[in-house]
């Protein structure tokens, strides 16, 4: 495999990573191939209630992972705040040769690997990482994860242009329609002016789902033809490899 696997992005917190990562495992699933999911650092949970938090816990039940929950949830917070500063809250510092043991077991296991990042690209893990150098760490070009609604052309080239000047590349862009918004008018242009701005491929633009469960929202995706010309070049290189 050309690329080790997708690390899914977002311009912002809450705007979708989850859900679209959980898409792609469904997509994935149906390809019958072998993939890892990681959710790297995962804030806001304090490793009590549940077996795993919210995040986490989706991927692996849509992947069907059994494995060790160190793999996928290397690290974790109680605090939902970006992990430097959960970490200094309690005294620590982000063990960053954990995330990559965890990265490079995960690698060893599979051609391919998801990984959910937290909150946006400039989100700081350590005083030198952040969550654009742990994608260019791992070698994963990035999807990154748009809201449909007005003020998402702003973030989304900034994201981009954040990723290269980090040089990241960026594989795809998902516009989601978290909320259900049919006034806004800026909807139906900004899918192709953000295509324009930034000259990378709108994977899809999702629509708002009752209930997005990873079958419904992975079938749109899948339906998608951005998604579908990536795919189908992934899939050509995956023969070759
Ligand atoms: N297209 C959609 N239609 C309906 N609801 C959606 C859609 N996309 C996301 N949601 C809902 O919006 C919320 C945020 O989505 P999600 O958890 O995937 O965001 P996230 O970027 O992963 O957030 P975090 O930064 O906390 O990891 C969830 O309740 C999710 O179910
Ligand atoms: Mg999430």
Redesign the pocket.
Known sequence: MTIPGLFVT?TD???????VTAALCHILNRLGWSYGVMKPIETGWDGTTGDWPP?AGRLVEISGYTGDPEDVLPIFFEQPAAPLMAARWTGQTVDVDRLDRAWERQRRRHDFVLV?G??GLAVPITEDLDMAGLARRWGLPLVV?ARAALGTINHTVLTVAYARAKGIPVAGIVV???VPDPADPTRPDNAGMIEELTQVPVWAV????RD?DAPA?GEALAASPGFRRWLTGLLQESRKG
């Open positions: 977002g917190t809450g705007v979708g990573k989850t859900v995040d959910e937290a909150g994860v989601n329609q978290f999702l629509p708002h789902f997005p929202v």
